[in-house]
Structures are given as structure tokens and as C-alpha cells.
């Protein structure tokens, strides 16, 4: 195997099948000094309460088939992979490439997803141990996924939301890349929210003004919540929530009830939840999961419609948050492009697709090569099109 013929590469069923200490050796060698892994969604507990409470496996479509490489005995990468049944749950939409391969009397699926369930943060997805045999792992786990689609008669590999430096090695493994885009803030050692608006137009900051204004207006209280101040009835609420948005959105909640039991046992120090209360009840909320630099805003839902509580939740105290705790980025999750007005601006994020029909590849390269031209140009004009003032935006 490219001169690490010494790399055992070998396939799990599940998580529990791992010692979260092997796992999380590659996934986030940055806690073993403490603090916060740079990224919570790939780490064994997050994956886990995914299995554990059903969201993933048994009838879901998303069945795991994680990938473990192994040199003399000790894993110095894995491989966060599942066999999918559909594409729902990805954010990277292969929808059209499905039809056409089975126009064409394939089989399109099950294929291979190398994703974090429902998450379209950008993240490692060929996770090694630091140190000399990072490329011969990373290089082990494109060849083990790519051959197990090989050996299983399957019609593709995708690997989404993997950050830019994974695009040269999947490449050299004969992987295409894929561009798309969504939208992030960042921060530029703001002093406050209002230095983050003294960046923005006189148009735009007195929108933003207005909408928080109204929110204010919903006579409530608005909690932050995280941590041992997160308790179980906080779940009983959001889920309502999030059984709502789900049901419009998606058709059904992709997450069961049972994972935010798994939340509040295992990653209560991984979420931050903006609760918003009326009279003692609960009415609308935001969900987040925190990095070691980034916040990730992950989920909204709300019992009733009130005006401009959701930008004031999802994206305003995300902001107040991320200034006052000293991160970087604020990822607001996939599409939204009601989020360019209010700071996020549209960044490039990227994927790596291997089809096993060589004529099929050669049609979605040449397809994927016009995409990328055009997702480059979308992100130039909506960044100038964008709410900072001339010669703010790209600070």
C-alpha cells in the first residue's frame, strides 16, 4: 500500500467497538493538553451518542462502517465512514448524480459517506495521529474506503465537508473535488458588538439595531445555557422545538429524543443553548456546539412566531458569545442567505468524490469543474455585495 504495505486497515460497526481514547487520539490529539477539541463533532463521544441513541444505524440509512488503520498494533488513524441508503442528512447534494446514474441502469446506492451525521461543519475527516506516519495514514484510509466500495460492489465514496488541506491526498488517491459554499463570521479581536458593527454600513447596522430592538420586545428572558446548568427539562423543551423545524424542513427530525439524553450525560460541556422564556415557559431556542475556536450553531425551533428572535438567537447572541469568549468563527450551518446582512460572509467550503464507473466520473468531473467556477464567482459577488462598509470585508 504505497510503501506502508505494514498498515493494517480494518472496518467497525460501531463506535462502541473502539476505545474512545484510540479514536480520540487521532480525532483531537489537542485535548491530551487540555481545553476543548477544535472540533466536538468528530470526537468518539459526539459520534457515539449519534449510535447510541438511534439517530444513526438500525433503520436510519446512515450505517457505520468506520475505518480504523492500524501500524504494529496502534491505531494512528480512523476514518468516521457509513453505508447510506439515501442522501438525506448531508448538505452536499449528490440528488441529481443519483437520478442520472440510475437513468443510466446503475445502482447508485448504498454508497459510502465519510460525514458527521447531519453536521455540515467543516472538519477533519482522515483523522491522524500527529507525527511521521500521518501521510501513510491518511493515504491507508482513502485506500481502505475506496476498496471497500470496490469489493462491495458499491457506486461511490464521498467525502463532505473535509477541510482544504485533505483535498491534495484525495486527490492523489484519484478522488474529485467539490466546491460549494455557506456562510461564517469571523472575528477581528472585536471589542464588543458594537465594534463588530462600526465595520458594517449605515444601512445595515441600523437594520441590525431594529431587529434586536424587537426581539428585546418579546417580554421574556433569554438564558445561556451550558454545561451543569443544562438540565433535563431544557431537553423536554427543545425537542419540542426541534420537532417542529424538523418536521417542516425535513419531513421528520433526523434526531430522536434519545440523543439529547445522550447530550445532557456526555456533551453538556460541549453545547451552549440559547433559551428563550415567557411567564416561566418556554418559547423559542438555539442550539450550539462549541469548539476550541469556533461556535457551531446548530439547531432553532420555536413553539411560536416571534419577530426577529430568531436572528436575535441564532446569530446575534452567537456573535455576543464568540466576542466575549475570544473565538474566532461563528459556522451558522448549512445555506441561509438572509445571513449576508447580518455579518456572515460566504466562504468556500469543500468535498472529495470518488465514482467507481469510469465514464460516470468522467461526466461528473467535467461537471464538477464548472460547478467550482461558479460557486468562486457566487462567493466574490456576495462577499462585495455583502453588509461591510468598502474595504471592511475583506479585512
Known sequence: MDGSTNIEVTVLTGLSEIPAAEWDACACPETLAGGRPVDPFTTHRFLRALEDSGSVGRRSGWQPR?????????????????????????????????HAY????????????????FTPATG???????????????????????????????????????????????????????????????????ADFSAFLAELSSRKRKQIRKERATAAQFGGTVELLTGDALQP????????????????????????????????????????????????????????FLGRNTLYGRYWGCSEEIPCLHFELCYYRAIDYAIEHGL?????GAQGDHKLARGYLPVATHSLHWISN??????????????????????????????????QGDA
Not at 68 to 97: C, T
Open 328 to 332: 474566532t468563527r461563528v459556522e451558522a
Open 102 to 117: 440510475e437513468q443510466a441502469g446503475g445502482d447508485y446506492y448504498p454508497k459510502l459517506q465519510s460525514a458527521v451525521p
Open 124 to 190: 477533519r475527516r482522515l483523522l491522524t495521529l500527529p507525527g511521521p506516519t500521518e501521510a501513510i495514514a491518511r493515504s491507508a484510509l482513502l485506500q481502505g474506503a475506496t476498496q471497500l466500495c470496490d469489493s462491495n460492489g458499491l457506486s461511490s465514496l464521498h467525502i463532505t465537508f473535509c477541510t482544504e488541506e485533505e483535498i491534495a491526498p484525495g486527490e492523489a488517491q484519484g478522488l474529485l473535488a467539490r466546491t460549494s459554499q455557506q456562510y461564517h463570521w469571523d472575528n477581528r479581536a472585536y
Open 358 to 391: 469510469p465514464s460516470f466520473r468522467k461526466a461528473v468531473a467535467q461537471y464538477l469543474e464548472a460547478e467550482r467556477d461558479a460557486v468562486d464567482h457566487e462567493i466574490e459577488v456576495l462577499t462585495d455585495y455583502g453588509p461591510f462598509r468598502k474595504g
Open 233 to 288: 427539562h431544557h431537553w423536554d423543551a427543545f425537542w419540542t422545538f426541534y420537532q417542529d423545524t424538523g418536521n417542516r424542513k425535513w419531513g421528520r427530525p433526523y434526531l430522536t429524543r434519545s440523543f439529547f439524553t445522550q447530550v445532557q450525560e456526555h456533551l453538556r460541556d460541549d453545547t451552549l443553548l440559547f433559551l428563550a422564556s415567557c411567564d416561566g415557559e418556554p418559547v423559542a431556542g438555539a442550539l450550539n
Open 66 to 98: 468506520h475505518l480504523v488503520a492500524r501500524h504494529g498494533g496502534r491505531v494512528i488513524g480512523v476514518m468516521p465512514l457509513y453505508a447510506k441508503s439515501h442522501s438525506q442528512g448531508e448538505y452536499i447534494f449528490d440528488h441529481n448524480w443519483a
